[in-house]
């Protein structure tokens, strides 16, 4: 089994910060692509930004140029930094992981999700 464990969130004023981590740990020979989604109340949940085992990166038009997404390969950990945080950034933050096991299949995991409120 793979766990995804999520720490980061919190309460920020608009214009903040708040670093989100998120460490898979469990039966994995690897991970490929590493992401972060949200969930606000009543919306879809929406991809974020996305990072390959390679380091290529994705994200979605409303926080470029304000979130960075990074991974550390040898701790299996995806981070997301969040920078100039607006209200509409708040949700609660889910990470996704495409993990490899040993035998070479692959499966797609999800963190419990952590809550990011922006005050105005």
């Known amino acids: 089994q793979v766990q995804l464990v999520e720490s980061g969130g919190g309460l920020v004023q608009a214009g903040g910060s708040l670093r989100l981590s998120c460490a898979a740990s469990?039966?994995?020979?690897?991970?490929?692509?590493m992401g972060w989604y949200r969930q606000a109340p009543g919306k879809q949940r929406e991809l974020v930004a996305s990072?390959?085992?390679?380091?290529?990166?994705n994200y979605a038009d409303s926080v470029k140029g304000r979130f960075t997404i990074s991974r550390d390969n040898a701790k299996n950990t995806v981070y997301l930094q969040m920078n100039s945080l607006k209200p509409e950034d708040a949700a609660v933050y889910y990470c996704?992981?495409?993990?490899?096991?040993?035998?070479?299949?692959?499966?797609?995991?999800w963190g419990q999700g952590t809550q990011v409120t922006v005050s105005s």
């Open positions: 996704n992981a495409q993990v490899v096991v040993a035998s070479g299949g692959w499966s797609t995991y």
């Open positions: 469990g039966s994995i020979f690897s991970i490929n692509a």
């Open positions: 990072i390959t085992s390679g380091g290529r990166t």
